[in-house]
């Protein structure tokens, strides 16, 4: 099994630029998470997916991020306009449920470092 | 909410023991420990489901009093490889997940 893959692993962009993320999840897996983390807010959870549908984007800081998960098997994250402040590491990760629909082991991504300058 | 871990961060000599306490404001059904290390993504460790639950790995155990919406992680005889920052992760009965601002762990020769 690959694990989760990210791409890409290093981004740079200039201020006001759109940025795509994306990841792939482990095949078989339920659950999505994408999360950010930063040396000031540690790791913070932005959106997670549960089949491919939305489930808790409560944490995603504002309109200028959305998140998609079209298929099982693919999902992006995206910022427009990018904001210097943006600038952190973007992990994703993916789980299994149990039985009763809760979360499971939660395997990460090796994440996405964006800088926006 | 984020679970509050506790301490923030914790140095040790080889082979002294560490405890890392998680807590939350919400009636958990599950805690999952993580182990991240500088530059690299959190790695699972364990789960813990049931109220007073403990379970171990090595020489790394951990225990949840689910009455008292806590966990712990113990680090009995610490390594040099358990350096690292370690996260809670707290499953709420509603389903939701938050993770702990994390525990910087450094072990020293």
């Known amino acids: 099994d690959a694990g989760v893959i990210q791409s890409p692993r290093h981004e740079v962009t200039e201020m006001g630029q759109e940025v795509t993320l994306r990841c792939k999840p482990i095949?078989?897996?339920?659950?999505l998470f994408w999360y950010r983390q930063t040396m000031m807010r540690g790791l913070e959870l932005l959106i997670y997916?549960?089949?491919?549908?939305?489930?808790?984007d409560s944490g995603m800081p504002e309109d200028r991020f959305s998140a998609k998960m079209p298929n099982a098997s693919f999902s992006n994250l995206k910022i427009q306009p990018s904001e210097p402040r943006d600038s952190a590491v973007y992990f994703c990760?993916?789980?299994?449920?149990?039985?009763?629909?809760?979360?499971?082991?939660?395997?990460f991504g090796p994440g996405t470092r964006l800088t926006v300058l | 909410q984020q679970p509050v871990q506790s301490p923030q961060a914790v140095i040790l000599r080889e082979g002294e023991d560490a405890v890392i306490n998680c807590s939350s404001s919400k009636a958990l059904y599950s805690v999952h420990w993580y182990r991240q290390k500088h530059g690299e993504a959190p790695v699972f460790l364990m789960i813990?489901?049931?109220?007073?639950e403990q379970k171990g790995h090595e020489k790394i155990s951990a225990s949840f009093n689910e009455k008292k919406q806590q966990s712990s992680l113990y680090l009995t005889a610490s390594q040099l490889s358990y350096s690292g920052t370690y996260f809670c992760?707290?499953?709420?009965?509603?389903?939701?997940?938050?993770f702990g601002a994390g525990t910087r762990l450094t072990v020293k020769p």
């Open positions: 990760a993916s789980s299994t449920q149990w039985g009763d629909s809760r979360i499971n082991t939660q395997y």
């Open positions: 992760g707290t499953v709420s009965r509603l389903g939701d997940m938050r």
């Open positions: 095949s078989g897996h339920d659950y």
């Open positions: 997916f549960n089949n491919n549908v939305p489930i808790d």
């Open positions: 813990l489901l049931k109220g007073g």
